[in-house]
């Protein structure tokens, strides 16, 4: 009981054998073919419901080659808990559609067989498996733009200062007719998240190092200076970039990240860390006594919780492209959207005040063709404009932010900021594939209330429960997106009656 203080000889010291934790790689040993089956269909289901995101591979990626590196099993010990919360997050499931809880689900059934097979596992898997979590990689992606914009003020306010000057607009920062941008990659999901799973690696090494474990508040607390630490160094980078001319996509761009997280993280964290666990370092005694769980209870578990993987999973699966134009929604306001907008060649049947209103001219900007895609998502197209209008989320889901739609079809984000056009507050950005250049604007909106930032309408979801649509225009070029935006002003036009589902003509 108490701290333990240890000398630079710790280490060598004696521990019995059945005071050792069993690590990677005599589990891997022991490892049998029905263990690589159980453990493959969990994994098997996750891919064929095609729940892997693009935001949330690079941190799955991390997490399966950092794995090995930190996993620790107790065999003395066993425990029910990853069973019954993957039985829990499979019964929620059924309620709430969240693509965070199938990924808990799928993780919690994984653990909870190898909890069974080999026991107790290490308090910092159970970090990893919330670091790489696609609701941690969502809040970094898309609450860092704020971070990256005031990174990009205190980098200009620096510059000035040192008498290089340099001009800010959004994630932007141009000097000397160059432009660098503060992309996601560098101060959001990757740099973050890379330098909180290594940090784990880390403190593994020195736990495993001097025969000790840290406590869930001092890994906290090595976890809250990484990210002080993983703004500075982005800072430190961002200088460099721009005061040394050094371009993106080049070698050396990548160099010169790696180098500044190296030496303004990752070192001064291990030394850190070391100097943390010597000090405030627990030997494992009482912990490592033995206990066991009933196995018919542990395996029911197991077995629940991958059922229900499979039951659940057909929700993520997208709908036979055939079958849409039958399908009807309930959040859009029948009348109103018509009153905006005319639908070329559609087909209206059913839907009285469309035939009132429709107008098949071709070469009018204000006619659309009318499609609804997956997910209830209503898609609006002419020559010259892409407008989706995605359904209302619940404050804790995903809102099919565009970031991520845009990127899943090969186009990148560059020159992203905020902006206002006739009250409505909006992001805009350029969209960059190959040779093409689109423009892109979106906001979030319930009736007359308009918000671009996520914070607010969950805050106003979660209080009132208010209903925002997400609303983004695309046009070939930024004069066009102006101008369609100020057509559409903030109005009744998404209120709440059912709207049967049309297809319009090839």
């Known amino acids: 009981m108490g701290t333990h203080y240890f000398s630079g000889t710790t280490h060598h010291l004696d521990v019995s054998k059945k005071m050792k934790s069993a690590v990677f790689k005599d589990v891997f040993k022991h490892l049998k073919i029905y263990d690589v089956i159980a453990l493959s269909l ?46 829990i997050s499979g019964l929620m499931l059924l309620r709430f559609h969240s693509a965070t809880l199938y990924y808990f689900l799928t993780v919690f059934v994984l653990m909870a067989y190898s909890e069974l097979r080999w ?60 432009t660098f941008s503060i992309d996601p990659a560098c101060m959001g999901l990757h740099l973050i998240i890379t330098a909180q799973v290594l940090l784990l690696a880390i403190i593994q090494h020195h736990q495993k190092k001097w025969n000790a474990q840290l406590n869930a508040l001092s890994i906290f607390i090595l976890m ?37 997280l190296i030496l303004y993280v990752l070192l001064p964290v291990y030394f850190l860390s070391a100097l943390v666990i010597k000090k405030a370092g627990r030997k494992e005694t009482e912990s490592l006594q033995r206990s066991s769980i009933p196995f018919n209870p542990a395996v029911a578990l197991v077995i629940a919780g991958f059922a229900l993987m499979i039951i659940n999973g057909f929700s993520f699966l997208d709908p036979n492209p055939n079958d849409l134009h039958k399908r009807k ?82 186009y990148e984000f560059v020159e992203m900021k905020p902006e206002i056009f006739s009250g409505i507050h909006v992001f805009t950005a350029r969209l960059v594939k190959d040779s093409s250049n689109l423009f892109t604007a979106w906001w979030y909106q319930d009736n007359n209330k308009t918000t671009q930032h996520e914070w607010d309408w969950r805050w106003d979801a979660f209080l009132n429960r208010a209903k925002y649509k997400l609303i983004n225009v695309t046009c070939e070029n930024r004069e066009k997106l102006i101008q369609t935006i100020q057509e559409i002003q903030p109005n009744d036009y998404l209120n709440t009656k059912d709207l049967t589902a049309v297809r319009s003509e090839d």
């Open 329 to 410: 929604i309930t959040w859009v306001n029948t009348d109103e959207i018509y009153e905006l907008i005319h639908y070329k060649n559609a087909d209206v049947s059913g839907i009285h005040s469309i035939k009132n209103n429709q107008n098949n001219s071709t070469n009018n900007h204000r006619s659309f063709e009318f499609r609804i895609l997956k997910e209830d998502i209503i898609q609006l197209k002419n020559r010259e404009t892409l407008i989706y209008i995605k359904p209302p989320a619940d404050f804790y889901q995903g809102s099919h932010d565009p970031r991520y739609c845009w990127q899943g079809s090969g």
């Open 119 to 178: 026991g107790k596992l290490n308090s910092l898997i159970i970090i990893l498996i919330f670091l790489v979590s696609p609701a941690l990689s969502n809040i970094v992606y898309i609450w860092s733009f704020p971070l990256r914009m005031e990174m990009g003020r205190w980098a200009g306010l620096i510059l000035n200062g040192i008498h290089f000057p340099a001009s800010i607009s959004g994630n932007l920062i141009t000097r000397n007719g160059e």
């Open 42 to 87: 969990p994994v098997v289901v996750f891919i064929l419901f095609k729940f892997i995101k693009q935001q949330s591979s690079f941190s799955i990626l991390l997490a399966i080659m950092i794995f090995p590196l930190i996993v620790r099993t107790n065999p003395k010990q066993k425990s029910l808990r990853f069973g019954i919360a993957a039985l």
């Open 224 to 260: 809250v200076v990484t990210i002080f630490l993983s703004f500075i160094s982005n800072l430190i980078r961002i200088l460099t970039l721009v005061v040394f001319r050094i371009e993106e996509g080049t070698a050396l761009h990548d160099v010169t990240g790696i180098l500044i």
